[in-house]
Nanobody, 114 residues
Framework: QVQLVESGGDLVQAGGSLRLSCAASGVIFNLVTMGWYRQAPGKQRELVARIFSGGRSLYVDSVKGRFTISRDNAKNTVYLQMNSLKPEDTAVYYC????????WGQGTQVTVSS
């Protein structure tokens, strides 16, 4: 049974930083590409970063240079370090495999105030 538990979201001021964590179970974690997705109010969920099993990472243009995705295969955990946050980063953030599974965790709310 797949479980994805996201944490670390908070209310921060623009320019601030947050580190999100996602603990995964029920997947062969070290063999799969993992991603961080976000969904802002009234918008579709979008992939913002993904990390391949070997450690290579890719980012959507809007977060390049500000967000860093990483993984700890021993802990079945993926992280998203978010720096220089902007109000447009406000969203619920989710982790999932890439391509995503039908199952989604509860997400973690990130709110960036201007």
């Amino acid at each position: 049974q797949v479980q994805l538990v996201e944490s670390g979201g908070d209310l921060v001021q623009a320019g601030g930083s947050l580190r999100l964590s996602c603990a995964a179970s029920g997947v062969i974690f070290n063999l799969v590409t993992m991603g961080w997705y976000r969904q802002a109010p009234g918008k579709q969920r979008e992939l913002v970063a993904r990390i391949f099993s070997g450690g290579r990472s890719l980012y959507v243009d809007s977060v390049k240079g500000r967000f860093t995705i990483s993984r700890d295969n021993a802990k079945n955990t993926v992280y998203l370090q978010m720096n220089s946050l902007k109000p447009e980063d406000t969203a619920v953030y989710y982790c999932n495999r890439f391509p995503s599974l039908d199952y989604w965790g509860q997400g973690t709310q990130v709110t960036v105030s201007s």
